[in-house]
Every structure is written in structure tokens, then in C-alpha cells.
């Protein structure tokens, strides 16, 4: 198995981020451990790069009031390039803040905002809550769907969480990256309607460029937003596949294979409850990751 640790580096990483880091940085214990890379596995992956460290910026925690940290956590890559999300929890350390965004779980057949998750999905999402155990409140946010919302409620339910500390925003959907709905709508035609292909084929290949906004630019765009939005130390997002797959591909550099559009392999689309882990330090260094919450990253 492929054993890497994704370094990004980010100019866009803003002064309203990394306030957002330095707030609520005393409250709670967290989950600790390292996530490193196997030295001795001949496959494994250097890091991408090391990320900016601005001149100044405010602590998150100092080192008098941190919990300490726990041993080091190995965070191992499947075939597909995805980790699960446990050990990316785990590893996260007491000068880091994490948002998770994840795809709903399974949901009724029909699709509206008012689309409730299955009781197969109640239960994906109790599963993934009990993978994020700690004595640190989770804050939760979502779109304004009734199948995100509830993922978060029954994701805090599993880690035995009492309160629900929780928003919608719809910053986390497929407009973030579609600049033009005729023309996304049009290439989808185009692919047999099918909007997994079109999403797909732009992200990783940068075709139907002009249906869509920058994906380097949308990601860090949404990315900001995000954690100017949050009010704990580690977040939940409730989002969609449309939303975390082009999310995915860009903090993976293409790594983890999502690519449905490619003939002759066995391809799915992105799975329940998986998505990316996005963790900043208080120098404003970012590590990310693809993750799953359930066995699979694919359906």
C-alpha cells in the first residue's frame, strides 16, 4: 500500500484563517499523535512540500496549557490514495485546528433538500462518530439539507457527544465551482448526462474549463471560508459528492483516484461519509488528506 503524508502549501492561506485558529484554542482536550510516513516502505511518497510560514501569527495553544501529545499515529494509504479518517483524527495535535468535510451518508432514493438518510445511513454516520472519540466538543456545519444536517447530528451521537454545537452555510455545494450552469448543464448532456463524468473529466483533466471557476482558486476559496466559519477547535462539514470530489482532487494533486471516466477499469463514485481532512497549525502550516469514513472510498 501507498504510505504518504500530503504537505500543502497555501499563499492563500489568509489573516482571517489563522485568527481562526488562534480562537478557542484553550477549551477541551484533543486527540493527539503524529502522522508520519514509513521510512522503510520502499512506496512511499515524499511530502508534497512544506507550507508557508508567515513572519507572525497568534498561538493556538502554548505549550504550558497543551495536552500532551500521544504516540505517533501511522496513517497508511489505500490503493485509491485514502486514508481513514481515525488515525487523521488521532494525529491531529494541540497547535492544529481540523475541519473534516465529508459527504452525507446513504439517503432516501428520491433527491430534494428534504431527502432524509436511510437507516443504513443513520448507522454509516453513528460508525464514523464512534472513530472520533475524544472529551473535545465537535463543532458541526452543513448545508442547508435535511440528509447533511442529520449526518452531523448522528456523527456527534456516535462519538457520545451531548451537545450539538452546529450551522448550515451553502458555501460547501457544487456552485462553488460551477461558474456556468447553462454550460455545465450542457457538457453533462454532452457525457450522457451524467455529471459525475463532467465533474470528473474538469478536475482531474481540466476539460470543460469554461463551465467552471479556477479549481485551485474555488478550493482555496472555500477552504478560508471555511474555517473563518468555524467555532471550535475541530469541525465537521456535512457537504455532497459533487462538492467534495473536486475538493478532493485538488488537495490530493490527483492522487487519490476518483477517475470514473477512464475506460476499462472498475470505477465508482465517491463514497458516504468520505472526503477530505484539511489540519493547520499556528505558523499557518497545512497538512491534507483524502479520507474515508467507512471501509471504502467508493460506492
Not at 32 to 45: F, H, L, Y
Not at 48 to 67: F, G, H, K, L, N
Not at 265 to 286: C, E, M, P, S
Request: with cysteine.
Amino acid at each position: 500500500m501507498n504510505k504518504y503524508v500530503l504537505l500543502l502549501s497555501s499563499a492563500a492561506l489568509t489573516a482571517s484563517l489563522l485568527s481562526a485558529c488562534s480562537d478557542d484554542s484553550s477549551s477541551g482536550s484533543n486527540p493527539a499523535g503524529t502522522a508520519t510516513e514509513s521510512s522503510s516502505s520502499p512506496a512511499a511518497v515524499d511530502p508534497v512540500s512544506s507550507a508557508i510560514v508567515p513572519e507572525s501569527s497568534p498561538s493556538i495553544a502554548s505549550s504550558s496549557d497543551a495536552t500532551p501529545a500521544a504516540p505517533v499515529t501511522e496513517i497508511t494509504y489505500d490503493e485509491f490514495g485514502f486514508v481513514d479518517i481515525q488515525p487523521v483524527f488521532l494525529s491531529i495535535q494541540p497547535n492544529e485546528k481540523a475541519i473534516f468535510v465529508m459527504r452525507h451518508g446513504e439517503r432516501q432514493p428520491y433527491i430534494t433538500k428534504e431527502s432524509k438518510l436511510t437507516d443504513d445511513g443513520i448507522e454509516q454516520a453513528i460508525s464514523v462518530g464512534q472513530k472520533l472519540v475524544s472529551d473535545e466538543e465537535i463543532y458541526f456545519l452543513s448545508t442547508d439539507f435535511v440528509r447533511t444536517k442529520m449526518t452531523c447530528e448522528y456523527i456527534a451521537q456516535g462519538r457520545g457527544q451531548t451537545t450539538f454545537p452546529y450551522d448550515t452555510s451553502n458555501i460547501f455545494t457544487k456552485e462553488a465551482f460551477v461558474k456556468d450552469t447553462a454550460k455545465f448543464t450542457e457538457y453533462n448532456n454532452m457525457e450522457g448526462g451524467s455529471n459525475k463524468m463532467t465533474l470528473t473529466k474538469w478536475a482531474y483533466n481540466g476539460e470543460f474549463a469554461d463551465a467552471f471557476y479556477d479549481l485551485g482558486e474555488a478550493c482555496e476559496k472555500v477552504i478560508n471560508e471555511a474555517f473563518s466559519l468555524t467555532k471550535g477547535r475541530i469541525t465537521v462539514i456535512g457537504s455532497h459528492d459533487e462538492f467534495v470530489t473536486p475538493l478532493i482532487v485538488y488537495l490530493s494533486e490527483g492522487k487519490a483516484d476518483l477517475r470514473i471516466f477512464e475506460p476499462g477499469k472498475n470505477r465508482h463514485w465517491v463514497n458516504f461519509l468520505t472526503g477530505a481532512a484539511i489540519i493547520v497549525d499556528d505558523q499557518g502550516n497545512r497538512r491534507a488528506y483524502p479520507i474515508k469514513g467507512l471501509a471504502d472510498a467508493h460506492e
